[in-house]
């Protein structure tokens, strides 16, 4: 088991920062890839970016790509998606995932344990 907390989120102005974390804890060493997703109302969850928990090799949905930075501090089993430029489009409940085992970092249905998310509201 694996249990995921995410923090950070908030109300920010069109072209704001804002930074979230998500910290794992729990059966960590398994840890193959974390992600992150997001939901907006309406919408179907949409992958936003992943690292390989071990070689830290990061993915980036395009919509996000240049603009968000996804990083982790393994000594911290945490996770950090650090947001730039955000535009009233990135409004949505923001997810953490944790995946074991080398599957697709960009369907939801590969991940095993999942936070309980946070709002980003993005103000125009």
């Known amino acids: 088991q694996v249990q995921l907390v995410e923090s950070g989120g908030g109300l920010v102005q069109t072209g704001g920062p804002l930074r979230l974390s998500c910290a794992a804890s729990?059966?960590?060493?398994?840890?193959?890839?974390m992600g992150w997703f997001r939901q907006a109302p309406g919408k179907e969850r949409e992958f936003v970016a992943a690292i390989r928990w071990i070689a830290a090799t990061t993915y980036y949905a395009d919509s996000v790509q240049g603009r968000f930075t996804i990083s982790r501090d393994n000594a911290k089993n945490t996770v950090y998606l650090q947001m730039n430029s955000l535009k009233p489009e990135d409004t949505a409940v923001y997810f953490c995932?944790?995946?074991?085992?080398?599957?697709?970092?960009?369907?939801?249905?590969?991940?095993?344990?999942w936070g309980q998310g946070t709002q980003v509201t993005v103000s125009s």
């Open positions: 995932a944790a995946q074991f085992g080398y599957r697709s970092h960009i369907d939801p249905r590969a991940y095993d344990y």
């Open positions: 729990g059966r960590t060493f398994s840890i193959y890839t």
